[in-house]
């Protein structure tokens, strides 16, 4: 890993652009440090399209309807509160460079924020990094069951619907291990992500709402085949 001061070079979108695209990404130790290092993990967490578990539980909760779905409606707010220090995440890698960096890429529309909202309060979301047919979700955050949970489902309809071929998590949690998430070698990592970036995947904001529940539903159906 190598360290990277913005003080003495910017940040900018085109570089992180370059480094997603070359398989590495920038974090902070922490939302205080003003400078970010370069993370080149030797395995790499990915989420596959086409083998994404769902509890029979949370099936229920997305088809309720209790959550407002929302895509990119509140992108500065998502990604302040993925990098909040408080009680719920009293640490974080997301520092000032990265957050001002990120915000630039979703104003070029290279960076997308799903979010969850109920009685109209933000409640939970994700966001992450569309490139080529590539999705590097990048993190998320919660402030209600199930919150970020719904959010990722739907992230995975849309990949899917959008004709993308990885989701990257960078680093294996339980929370997202109950999904279907695992490990990869470096080596192997880089080859899809090399296949990925020949594809053009389209991240629709405006797909229509019968387009949603399809992708839903056919999400729902490849999970209840997969864990069958």
């Excluded at 970010?36 to 578990?53: A, K, S, Y």
């Excluded at 899809?192 to 797909?207: I, P, R």
Aim: aromatic share 10%.
């Amino acid at each position: 890993m190598s360290r990277y001061d913005p003080g003495v070079h910017k940040l900018t979108p085109e570089l992180q652009l370059r480094a997603y695209a070359a398989g590495i990404f920038p974090m902070a130790e922490n939302r205080n440090d003003p400078g970010v290092f370069w993370v080149d993990p030797q395995v790499r967490g990915i989420l596959p399209l086409d083998d994404f578990h769902i509890p029979r539980r949370l099936k229920k909760t997305v088809r309720s309807g209790g959550f407002e779905v929302r895509i990119d409606t509140a992108f500065d707010e998502v990604i302040r509160l993925c990098g909040g220090e408080d009680k719920v995440r009293p640490e974080t890698w997301i520092n000032a460079a990265i957050e001002n960096a990120v915000i630039e890429l979703f104003d070029m529309g290279f960076a997308h924020s799903i979010e969850t909202w109920r009685d109209g309060r933000l409640v939970g979301g994700l966001y992450g990094i569309a490139l080529g047919g590539a999705f590097f979700g990048e993190s998320m955050f919660s402030r209600f069951r199930d919150a970020s949970k719904v959010a990722l489902v739907h992230l995975m309809a849309r990949l899917r619907l959008c004709g993308f071929t990885l989701l990257d998590v960078q680093f294996i949690t339980d929370h997202l291990r109950q999904f279907g998430a695992n490990e990869i070698p470096a080596r192997v990592y880089l080859e899809k992500l090399q296949d990925a970036m020949q594809v053009q995947g389209a991240f629709l904001t405006d797909a229509s709402p019968s387009e949603v529940s399809a992708a839903l539903e056919d999400l729902f159906k490849q999970s209840s085949t997969q864990t069958s």
